[in-house]
């Protein structure tokens, strides 16, 4: 990652520019709460400079999206701060995207992405929020329910000016201004700051940890911390080798797709495991330690359509099932799984972006083809893969579980079915729908299609596969 300027804001309540400006605030934050993602920050750099210097190029070659890109986590308590931090996000421009129930991991967690969803948004800054909630149902003790339930009752994440702001920005943007817009930055890093201290005695603490590490770490602290900050690199492989060199905790395997693919598919993420935090508990003043916060990044590749997520998760299944150590049974599993673009493309298995190529005025006048694979060999058009800016559950889960106390350091590897009732329940808290991340794939890869007909005076291009 290269460095960048601190951007100011020209319009006080432009998304983009607002969450670009919260984005480099939250960055610095974690860098001196956490030292240890300054060092991984530093790392994705080298690796990333390594990589591009062997192309011929250097850092400021990278899009500005890349040198920005961040996605963070955190986990809420109840209903209202969902709700709350859902029109936070929306006044920054970032908007529910997928459903994720961590139910089949086993953790009481169910949430949603928020995240920019046009292409000029993701283009200036993709910032996006893995936001969890805890599921009150799925705690097994009735006693760790209520206690829980009746402390964050009294927990107030959003100060009183945050939420004037917020009601503000939403009935009248004209009116704030620049000081607000800084204002808001302050009042927001509140939301997210890691706090040393306990608002419960230690044994209120260990009895909630003892039901379930999250719920601990969800409930007993005055801020919903964020949890990680993650960078994305141009090698993830050379980034986990180069973090277990220089004595990071790194977690033991990579998540996502298999490595040593040509065509880079969805996400693959790695991370140093949790560090154990110094806190001081509520009432006696006793000193302990918390394990919740870590240090990941991330490989991002191309969206895949629902034909290729179909195929990808049929892969990671039996990759399940052979059981031959991970890394094998993957790799060996994933050889299935088309490795060449014009393939992926012809198969409708992953998402383009599709745009007029700058020699395509000097053609002859004879007519033109209506399949985009024709005017592709043409030359008339050009593409490149649209990328993944989302999350896999089962991904996710293998972070989260890697950096839970008391656990082995694996997610328990099982694919199960997302129950409907369980997000349309999340879509009622937030008060709004959440977005498919296909559709939204979809609607970015045909207007870039509808974008070429206009261009070409074409009344429709057809696809394949598609």
Known sequence: MSSTKQCSISSPWDADQLRTVFVQALSNMYREEVPLYGKLVDI???VDSSVLEKRGKNLDDLPIRHQLERHGAIRLGTIQEMRQISRLFAIMGMHPVGYYNLEMVGFPLHGTAFRPTSEESLRRNPFRVFTTVLRPDLIVSPTVRETASEILARRELFSPR???LMNQAEQDVTRL??????ELIVEALKVFKWHSRSTVPLETYLSLKQEHPMVADIVCFPSAHINHLTP????????QLEMIRQGLPAKECIEGPPAGRKCEILLRQTSFKALEEQVVFCGSGVSGTHTARFGEVEQRGAAVTRK????????LAAAVDLGNGWDQSLAQAFQDYPDDWTELRKQGLVYFRYRVSADATSRNKEPLPTDMGALLQAGVVECEPITYEDFLPFSAAGIFASNLADTNGTADRKLQATRCSSRVELEGVLGREILSEIDVYEALQRASVDEVANGL??????LAGQ
């Not at 290729?308 to 892969?315: C, I, P, S, T, V």
């Open 44 to 46: 994705v750099r080298t």
């Open 177 to 182: 201004t620049q000081k607000d817009a800084d």
């Open 232 to 239: 994305r690199t141009l090698d993830i492989d050379a980034v």
């Open 308 to 315: 290729g997520r179909d195929l990808y998760d049929k892969l």
């Open 162 to 164: 945050l939420r004037e």
């Open 457 to 462: 005076g074409l009344e429709e291009i057809t």
